[in-house]
């Protein structure tokens, strides 16, 4: 099965790919076990880190502190006791910004096919936005991503930009070459955002 890479940019909004798959070919149950979210309000559950970063006890203990280092939280978890503190209800034991990576580290643990990313960049501040936009560059080569972003700047890397008006397709294209076409949707998005 070929992959595909999007990112979905709500200005309104953007989609951008590399390959093709039809998803209304693959069984629902199949799809939902190869997918994973990063949402914009990042969640964790009540119970231990443990349990939040692998529910079904499928990974083994070096792979979860991999993951965690990759997501840079390694640190962070140690610092607090480890794999089997308790997480308060919603994750509020963590920031907003920790609770996006360790989303992000629960679903390289997964090993997605699909990873959907819902404005997983824009309650975190510039630091740690770079830090999950360069540890999904680097972790991510393989899957299928879909991203929902404001930030113009998380799609100019993507191969191919699909540009939706209200669900209607307006323009496509590559985000560089759009760029420098002042004609273009995206380019005039791109002016009006501070990229």
């Not at 970063?53 to 792979?63: A, H, M, Q, V």
């Not at 360069?134 to 993507?158: F, G, Q």
Request: proline share 3%.
């Amino acid at each position: 099965m070929p992959l595909l890479r999007h990112i979905l940019v709500n200005i309104p909004t953007l989609l951008v790919y590399h390959n093709s798959l039809d998803i209304s070919e693959v069984a629902v149950r199949d799809l939902r076990s190869r997918f994973a979210v990063v949402p914009q309000s990042p969640f964790l559950f009540e119970g231990s880190l443990r349990d939040n970063l692998d529910p079904f006890g499928l990974t083994s203990e070096i792979k979860i502190w991999g993951a965690l280092e990759k997501c840079h939280m390694k640190s962070e978890v140690e610092l607090v006791g480890g794999l089997d503190i308790h997480v308060k209800g919603g994750g509020t034991s963590f920031s907003v910004g920790q609770r996006q990576l360790l989303c992000l580290a629960r679903a390289i643990i997964k090993c997605s096919k699909i990873l959907c990313l819902d404005e997983c960049t824009a309650n975190v501040d510039a630091q740690t936005a770079l830090l999950l936009q360069n540890t999904i560059s680097e972790e991510c080569k393989d899957l299928t991503v879909v991203t929902i972003a404001h930030r113009i700047s998380t799609v100019l890397d993507m191969d191919h930009i699909l540009v939706l008006d209200h669900g209607t397709l307006v323009e496509q294209g590559n985000p560089r070459v759009l760029l420098k076409d002042e004609s273009s949707r995206f380019f005039s998005f791109a002016k009006a955002s501070s990229m």
